[in-house]
């Protein structure tokens, strides 16, 4: 079956840094056969694709969408799969939000889900999860006895440990569990995770891990739904962390916020996306320095690193994951939705 067109959008954008060209983006919805929630998402190619959400929900694709396995752990039925990450269309980790949580890994496209992991801790909420390469993988947690559960895997998720030497926390500062993007890893072994709720901080590593600092960020953050949503890097140097308060979606003030040395300082962008959003990510095209974030405002974009953002559509979803090479992404979001965008310059 045929992704049905929703609609269809052009947004004439003067590029005199970068392209100076016309950008025509569009939304092609895509049947799930699911109703559920929507939050964890890995794109590995145009065609292969795994979503991940309530009521123990895993589906894969391998055609774009045209069809969908059904990979759902049936003993997880409770649960809440927001965290989620895909090597290809065999190998993939996810992670609920119940307590005790269990690390699950497929290897063999979600036929059987062996429990790599079970923990068990007062507070314990995973947010996200991310690897850097085939080896390894940072899992985030809300606060365990006053400081964040960061569980750290460097032999392919066979085994998890606590990283133990984090700058301390503060009292109830948290992360968000919105779209699986509250911590980014890169193969060059710097990571970085975001938090909210009491204060809006990025803590950051160089070395796999090893060392942790914390830096504020001038994110809004006045209640308990605020803070920083979500964070993503194109490189080692260039990062666009947004949020705000879901709660109160058209609040623009101070959502997004950019960071051209590596997280050490983060600046406010010049103009705002136009209200809350629960993910953000760049598009995987070299020498492109476009990102699109989304939520409860809709969507809006960048086309220079998070300095300025214009408004994308009203479609209201989830979250992200931009087709590595190409000009294009898949979102997900409520009641099973998912779409795939599609990015033109002309």
Not at 224 to 249: E, L, Q, T
Not at 300 to 314: A, F, I, M, S
Request: include cysteine; aromatic fraction near 10%; glycine fraction near 10%.
């Amino acid at each position: 079956m045929k992704p049905a067109l929703v609609f269809v959008f052009l947004m004439s954008v003067i590029c005199a840094c970068q392209h100076n060209k016309q950008l025509t983006l569009s939304i092609s919805k895509i049947p799930t056969l699911t109703n559920a929630s929507i939050r964890g998402m890995s794109v590995i190619d145009e065609n292969t694709v795994w979503i991940s959400g309530s009521e123990g929900t895993v589906f894969r694709t391998i055609d774009g969408g045209l069809n969908w396995k059904d990979c759902s752990i049936i003993a997880e039925l409770n649960n809440d799969f927001r965290s989620l990450h895909a090597f290809d269309s065999l190998r993939a980790f996810v992670i609920g939000i119940n307590n005790p949580a269990v690390i699950y890994r497929t290897i063999d496209g979600g036929d059987t889900w062996l429990g790599m992991d079970t923990i068990q801790a007062e507070g314990l909420f995973f947010n996200s999860l991310v690897f850097s390469s085939d080896s390894c993988g940072l899992a985030i947690s809300d606060q365990v006895d006053g400081q964040f559960m960061l569980m750290h895997t460097q032999d392919a998720g066979s085994t998890w440990n606590r990283v133990r030497d984090l700058p301390p926390s503060i009292e109830a500062e948290g992360n968000f569990a919105a779209s699986n993007t509250c911590i980014e890893y890169l193969s060059t072994g710097e990571a970085w995770f975001a938090t909210g709720v009491k204060a809006s901080r990025v803590y950051l590593t160089k070395d796999n891990g090893q060392k942790w600092d914390v830096v504020p960020t001038p994110i809004i953050c006045n209640e308990s739904a605020d803070g920083i949503y979500s964070i993503d890097f194109r490189d080692a140097m260039h990062g666009i962390a947004v949020g705000g308060n879901y709660k109160y979606p058209e609040r623009n003030d101070s959502v997004a916020v950019y960071t051209n040395d590596g997280g050490l300082s983060w600046n406010l962008s010049e103009t705002m996306p136009n209200g809350f959003h629960s993910c953000v990510q760049y598009v995987d095209v070299p020498d492109l320095n476009m990102a699109i974030a989304l939520g409860r405002a809709g969507f809006d974009y960048t086309l220079d690193n998070g300095q300025t953002w214009e408004r994308g559509g009203n479609e209201k979803y989830y979250t992200l994951r931009c087709i590595p090479g190409q000009l294009g992404a898949y979102v997900a979001g409520s009641d099973g939705r998912v779409a795939r965008m599609d990015i033109i310059m002309e």
